[in-house]
């Protein structure tokens, strides 16, 4: 059963906002210039390299930003060009930064996937996640909600979830929270979480534990899997602590193998006791100690944050970040594990930077689908990436984003336009429908011109 690697495409209004407490990319940052057109290209030469490994690969389009409909709802009055010009004004700017934030590039936040042979009903089920625990990403659910219903479109194949109710209770950060692990004996799902609504434990003494115990049951109760196949281990304080603030940041698994820091859970000793019960002897783990690689270097080279992708001839090989390669003991430790004894044989490494720098590596970038060959052919849109969509999408980032952002830049409404005009053309570009607010409310024809608001 081939897996899609559904790659986010960076947003026009890529910027480095600083916005996302508990990760040290995005403090340090901070205000920085950012290239946006750079960022999407660096993102499209890694979804055409994942292609010629012979892997499926797709793209998710970004979400149109500023979001002037939030803004509005924050109780900013008349026309785009006022909305942005007195938004700009709030908090240093800050409101609208994160109004504009191109967060939803990171596509393992998107959704938690369950693979139709996995499930009750025999469907492909995708729950979008709500990212409450973050404004600026808590906006993004809506949008997400509706590309994915565009693209899983078949009811006979497939199941788009709405995301869960909203509120600290049941906070959802998807995918880059989930594991999923497989053998011949079947397959487990690993729902890491790090803080529980109700009840007492653990948490971290420095920066926030985003996903909750009570979000990470819902979403495995709606996708329909098998409680018997599902852990629920706790993320460890002292990894949040140190800047690993999803479980991929220091965790990351494929089929038989997984890849997984000393600090990424707590009590790791019985989770791995427990996979083993589920999954049989032939499940493969590298355990990495924190005297191996600290945590530190770990968040700051993400080298747990690669992509393991499973070749045409059966073997694995890891998508690294270029970092990776920059640090020697997360080279070290890479290309340790590509030459030992696991199912591992070969490490590549990219250049994401634009990503890295808001905290973002190769496996944040990208939400992994497991689908039948009938289940690629039901998707309704044209994502996936051949040597024809390939092209589009360059020439069509050449023409659309900027080279140059700072966050300054946000107010102006000549951006907000552009980014408007280039996602209608994207849209269309993907088969995609009217999936933006600015889409539905006004028609693509309404782009170019001011739009009164009350």
Known sequence: MPEIQFDGLVGPTHNYAGLSRGNPASTLHEGRESNPRAAARQGLKKMGFVRSLGVVQAVLPPHDRPSLPALC????HGSDEEVLAAAATVDGGRLLRACSSAS?????????????????DGRLHLTPANLTEMFHRGLEAPTTTRILRAIFASRDHFVVHDALPGGAQFADEGAANHLRLETRRGAA??????????????????????????????????????????????QHPEGIDGGAFHTDVLAVGNGPFLLVHALAFVDDGALLADLRRLLGEELFVERITNAELPVARAVSAYPFNSQVLTLPDG?????????????????????RVASGAGPVRSVHFVDVRESMQNGGGPACLRLRVSASDAEVAA?????????????????WVDRSYRDRLVPADLADPALAREGMRALDELTQLLG???????????????????????
Do not use: K
């Open 73 to 76: 709802r924050l109780g900013f």
């Open 104 to 120: 939803a590039m990171w596509t393992a936040n998107a959704a938690t996937v369950a693979p139709s042979r996995d499930t009750a």
């Open 189 to 234: 799902h690993v729902f890491a979480w790090g803080r529980r609504a109700w009840g007492r434990g653990v948490a971290p003494r420095v920066h926030p534990a985003r996903q909750t115990y009570e979000a990470s049951q819902s979403v495995a109760r709606l996708n329909r899997l098998d409680t018997r196949s599902c852990l629920f281990p706790q």
């Open 315 to 335: 073997s694995m090989t890891i998508v690294a970040p270029e970092d990776a390669r920059e640090d020697a003991a997360a080279c070290a430790m890479l290309e």
């Open 379 to 395: 998707l309704s849109c044209r994502v996936v990436l051949d040597d024809a969509l390939a092209a589009a999408l360059a020439a």
């Open 432 to 454: 995609l429908g009217a999936v933006y607010d600015f889409q539905r409310a006004a028609g693509a024809a309404a782009v170019d011109r001011p739009r009164p608001r009350p």
